[in-house]
């Protein structure tokens, strides 16, 4: 594995790769890496032969600077763990290489109204500003994103089509603990009761599923409950608990297309997320979290 600082070091990488014929595949990380991050670059190498990973924590996307300053890092280990995963490149700029004097921010309207978007006030521009700097550096055919940060993933196709850049998105599968909790760089930061507590949450969704399956669809029902098995974890606070149709992430009503039911509470100071994707297609309903 090749590990480079510079934007021009990964121009020349990747352009060597591509004229060896190869397709490019790139998985955009904030290191810490987890089994979560593993399986995207494993996604991407399905469909392209070489492998770029960043690591990168861009500053501007965190909208509290304690968040910022205490996200975990461990660059070593993530070199080896991105080894053994196959990356072929890993780019980990600094944040001089990265943004200079920038003056331009990228920002997708309505698909960050809800959800995340109205709790974290700027955090998506700020996602959509490096994952665009990003595509741009690395050029790939395909990037993948995994569906827990469903809001990114959506968004990021929608910018992706609006701003023409030639790349495929594709939305891999959450990766769990054992016992359900949703992989995650943040949950080094729970201790053992808030990370039994956070457990809720999956249980929480799985009991959506089971309403859904059984044929309720009206969402004040299902949030009820959801709520309901939310607060037997006792979460400092709620920030969201909410149903959006799929193409739009606008807010429903009644699931009754593709959907999202997804959540967002605080266990401690560590605020985790949880999804659940509504699929109708091929005689559904099929609930994928
Ligand atoms: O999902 C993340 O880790 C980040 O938001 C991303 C896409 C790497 C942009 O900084």
Sequence with gaps: MDIVKNIHEV??????????????????????????????????????????????????????????????KDLERDFDLARSAGVDLMFVPDEGEMYRDNLTYV??????????????????????TVVSKLFNIVQPDISVFGQKDIQQV????KMTRDLDFP????????????????????NKHLNSDQRNRALSINRSIRKAESMIMAGERRVPVIRAEIEKVLMEGSPESVDYIS??????LSLCETIDGRSVIAVAAFFGSTRLIDNMIIDFANGGPRCVY
């Design 11 to 72: 121009r020349e990488k990747v352009g060597a790769a591509r004229r060896q014929g190869k397709r490019i595949g790139f998985v955009p990380t904030m290191g810490y890496l987890h089994e979560g991050h593993l399986s995207l670059v494993r996604e991407s190498a399905k469909s392209t032969q070489y492998q770029v990973m960043s690591i990168f924590v861009n500053r501007i996307q965190f909208n509290d600077p304690k968040d910022f300053a205490s996200y975990p």
């Design 154 to 157: 959506v968004s990021i196709q």
């Design 243 to 248: 149903a959006v149709r799929f193409s739009d």
């Design 167 to 186: 790349i495929e998105i594709v939305i891999a599968p959450i990766i769990r603990e054992n016992d359900g909790l949703a992989m995650s760089s943040r």
């Design 107 to 128: 920002d997708v309207k309505t698909l960050t109204d809800n959800l995340c978007g109205a709790h974290r006030p700027g955090h998506f521009r700020g996602v959509f």
